[in-house]
């Protein structure tokens, strides 16, 4: 039984920083460790997009060009768990984030498997 559980969103300014975590239960954290993991986000009215994702078997990391150089994904593969450090966060950043199991590649990063978690919310407003 698969479960992924997203935390650490909330309501910060312009210009602040939040780090999300994804933590993962019901396989091993050596299997986990070979699992590629993605973030995804959605904001209101629009469909879910990649954000980032980490492919540590292949050594491949991507962010999409929005965030780019202002979020960096990493993980704690003992912990089985994933983390989404956001900087210099933006409006057009608020959304509802997820982590899920992923197929990643260095343009792109697209979901496995068909539901989503809950997700957290991060607002950027001033």
């Known amino acids: 039984q698969l479960q992924f559980v997203e935390s650490g969103g909330g309501l910060v300014q312009p210009g602040g920083s939040l780090r999300l975590s994804c933590a993962a239960s019901g396989f091993s954290s050596d299997y986990y460790a070979y699992s590629a993991i993605g973030w995804f986000r959605q904001a209101p009215g629009k469909e879910h997009e990649g954000v980032s994702c980490i492919n540590s078997r292949a050594g491949i990391t991507y962010y999409a060009d929005s965030v780019k150089g202002r979020f960096t994904i990493s993980r704690d593969n003992a912990k089985n768990t994933v983390y989404l450090q956001m900087n210099s966060l933006k409006p057009e950043d608020t959304a509802v984030y997820y982590c899920?199991?992923?197929?990643?590649?260095?343009?792109?990063?697209?979901?496995?498997?068909?539901?989503w978690g809950q997700g957290t919310q991060v607002t950027v407003s001033s």
């Open positions: 899920a199991p992923a197929n990643c590649w260095d343009r792109g990063t697209s979901k496995k498997g068909s539901d």
